[in-house]
C-alpha cells in the first residue's frame, strides 16, 4: 500500500472562552477532538455531518489557517505542524481551499484578473505580463467562464460563476489537494450540480484529491469515493461511499440519512427521529458523545466509556458499542 497523500491523526481543536470583567479564561469550545482520516492520492474523502459538528474547522486545520491544539498532520510525509513560515508557503501550493460562501470569498476591490492570478504573483509562477494573462485566461476557460471575464468584478457575476472563479483561484498553483469547503450549500440546486460536475471533471484531468467537506449527504454522494461522519468533534463512521449508504452502521449515520430526500414519490423510507438538541461543544457529553440522543444507548457503558472506532469490514470502521 502506498503511502496516503494526506494523514490526520488524534486532531485536537480547542478554541478558549473568555468571561468575566478581566477577560480571563472561562472554559473551551472543543471543536474538533481526536480526529483520524487519510485521503489518498486522486481520491475524495467526504466529512460530513450536521452545522457546528466541526467539519470546515478540521478542514482549516489542515491547512493551518487555524493552528491545531496537539495532533499530527502529514501532507506526503512531511509533518504540517512542525513546518516554518516559509515551508508553509510551499505547502499551501499543494494544498488549496474553496470556501463556502462566493460572495464572501472574493475581495469585492480585485478584478477577476487579479483574483485568480494574485497565487501566480505570489508564488512567481509567470514571468511576464503576456504569460500571466495567458494563464489566467487558461484558468477561466478550464473552469467555464469565458476569457473576456478577467476585467469584470466580483458583482457583475452570479453566485454559481463567482464559485468557478474561487475554483479557478484554487487551480492556479495546481495543488495536489483541495479541501471542498461546503462548496455547494449557498449554490441554488441545479448550480450545484453543474459545480459538482465540474469538480469531478476537473479531478479527472488534473489527478486532484479532495477532502469534501459537506452537510447534505445527497451531495456528498456523488462525488465521494469515501465518506467519514463527524458528531461533535469526532468521526463516528468512516466507509467506501456506496457501502455508507447501502449499509450504515452507526445510528447517528442511519438517522442522517433517513432525513435524506428521495425523489420517487412510490419508494418510502422511515424516517429516524433524534431526541433532544445537539449538545453544546462548550461541555460536551462524557463517554460517547452521542448517548444523549441514541436510540440504542446502554448506561452506564454509553455515558462513561467513549467508543473507538473499530473496523466492521474492509474499508468500514464505527465508533459505538453495540455495532
Known amino acids: 500500500m502506498s503511502e496516503p497523500l494526506l494523514r490526520v491523526w488524534n486532531l485536537t481543536k480547542e478554541f478558549p472562552l473568555k468571561g468575566g470583567l478581566f477577560g480571563r479564561h472561562a472554559g473551551s469550545i472543543h471543536a474538533v477532538d481526536g480526529v483520524d482520516f487519510s485521503v489518498d492520492r486522486g481520491e475524495t474523502l467526504g466529512l460530513v455531518g450536521e452545522s457546528g459538528c466541526g467539519k470546515s474547522t478540521t478542514g482549516r486545520c489542515v491547512l493551518r ?64 505580463r503576456r504569460q500571466f494573462e495567458e494563464r489566467v485566461v487558461n484558468l477561466l476557460e478550464t473552469v467555464g467562464l469565458q476569457a473576456d471575464h478577467i476585467g469584470r468584478y466580483p458583482n457583475e457575476f452570479s453566485g454559481g460563476q463567482r464559485q468557478r472563479i474561487g ?6 498553483v495546481e495543488p495536489k489537494l ?13 448550480i450545484q450540480a453543474q459545480v459538482i460536475n465540474l469538480l469531478e471533471d476537473l479531478q479527472q484531468k488534473f489527478g486532484l484529491a479532495y477532502l469534501f467537506i459537506a452537510h447534505d449527504l445527497s451531495v456528498v454522494e456523488h462525488i465521494s469515493k469515501r465518506v467519514a461522519v463527524m ?20 445510528p447517528y449515520t442511519e438517522a442522517l440519512l433517513s432525513a435524506v430526500p428521495i425523489p420517487d414519490p412510490k419508494v418510502k423510507r422511515q424516517r429516524i427521529r433524534l431526541r433532544g438538541e445537539v449538545p453544546s461543544p462548550i461541555q460536551p457529553p462524557s463517554g460517547c458523545h452521542f448517548h444523549t440522543r441514541c436510540p440504542i444507548a446502554q448506561f452506564p457503558l454509553c455515558s462513561n466509556e467513549p467508543p473507538a472506532l473499530k473496523q466492521s469490514s474492509d474499508g468500514h470502521w464505527v465508533a459505538c458499542h453495540f455495532r
Do not use: W
Open 231 to 250: 458528531y461533535l468533534g469526532r468521526i463516528v463512521e468512516t466507509a467506501p461511499a456506496r457501502e455508507l449508504y447501502t449499509s450504515p452502521l452507526h
Open 178 to 190: 483541495i479541501i471542498c469547503d461546503e462548496p455547494v450549500s449557498a449554490l441554488d440546486v441545479s
Open 65 to 128: 489557517l487555524i493552528e491545531p491544539t496537539s495532533g499530527e498532520i502529514h501532507f506526503e510525509g512531511k509533518n504540517v505542524r512542525r513546518l516554518d513560515t516559509g515551508e508553509l508557503r510551499g505547502l499551501r501550493r499543494d494544498i488549496q481551499i474553496i470556501f463556502q460562501d462566493p460572495y464572501a470569498s472574493l475581495n469585492p476591490r480585485m478584478n477577476v484578473g487579479a483574483i485568480v492570478g494574485e497565487a501566480l504573483i505570489i508564488h512567481r509562477l509567470t514571468k511576464t
Open 167 to 172: 475554483i479557478a483561484r484554487a487551480l492556479a
